[in-house]
């Protein structure tokens, strides 16, 4: 993401989840010796620090509306313990619907100069 001309939001949690399972792949294979105490502790930093973000909901939606990620990008998630892949879905529909109801009723209220 650092070479890129323009990062936006929407791309940071898909690029964190792909980053999750490639680590979950490592920690658990058996070639890695040497590097596995680097592999958990790298795990353990991007789950520390970033963490909080799959459950902030403007991140949720970012990426969710992204048209490269929509919310594809949460099934990498199923393997990890750390998130609960269906209550982010939910969430991110859940606000989706919301937003779709109120720019719905906007435009369904009459103006104020009929009358």
Not at 29 to 41: E, F, G, M, T, Y
Not at 63 to 87: I, K, M, S
Request: aromatic letters at 6%; glycine letters at 4%; one cysteine or more.
């Amino acid at each position: 993401m650092q070479e890129e001309d323009k990062a936006y939001m929407g791309t940071l949690l898909p690029t964190l989840a792909i980053s999750l399972k490639m680590l979950k792949v490592l920690k658990e294979s058996i070639d890695v010796k040497v590097c596995q105490p680097l592999v958990v502790a790298v795990w353990n930093g991007i789950s520390s620090r970033f963490g909080p973000l799959f459950e902030d909901m403007d991140f949720l939606l970012a990426a969710a509306l992204h048209p490269q990620f929509t919310l594809g990008w949460v099934r990498l998630l199923e393997d990890c313990v750390l998130y609960n892949v269906e209550e982010i879905t939910a969430k991110v529909k859940k606000q989706v619907m919301i937003m779709m109801k109120i720019l719905t009723d906007s435009r369904k209220e009459p103006s104020s100069s009929e009358g």
